[in-house]
Nanobody, 123 residues
Framework: QVQLVESGGGLVQAGGSLRLSCAASGRTSSSYTMGWFRQAPGKEREFVAAINWIGNTIYANSLKGRFTISRDNAKNTLYLQMNSLKPEDTAVYYC?????????????????WGQGTQVTVSS
């Protein structure tokens, strides 16, 4: 079992930036694939980005170029750098991890989830 704790959310104006962090503990492994998902009010949870243990990444098409996922295996920490934020980026952002080594955009492929961190972008 892996415990995940997100941080770094908050209120930011449109055009601003935030960096989210996700600290992993417990039965962690640097070989886990990790990802970010988000859920806006009244909407389903959606994929944002994922990264595997060797640093290969995949992004939601609509977020390419603005969001960057990265990880520090020595610190067991996942990051999401979000630039040029828009009001439609407002959501609860969730960190997820799974022992699989391949990249996945699917919620069902991730066994471990954090509690989420709120990101609010004002216009």
């Amino acid at each position: 079992q892996v415990q995940l704790v997100e941080s770094g959310g908050g209120l930011v104006q449109a055009g601003g930036s935030l960096r989210l962090s996700c600290a992993a503990s417990g039965r962690t492994s640097s070989s886990y694939t990790m990802g970010w998902f988000r859920q806006a009010p009244g909407k389903e949870r959606e994929f944002v980005a994922a990264i595997n243990w060797i640093g290969n990444t995949i992004y939601a098409n609509s977020l390419k170029g603005r969001f960057t996922i990265s990880r520090d295996n020595a610190k067991n920490t996942l990051y999401l750098q979000m630039n040029s934020l828009k009001p439609e980026d407002t959501a609860v952002y969730y960190c997820a991890a799974d022992r699989r080594t391949g990249l996945s955009t699917l919620i069902r492929d991730y066994a471990n989830w954090g509690q989420g961190t709120q990101v609010t972008v004002s216009s």
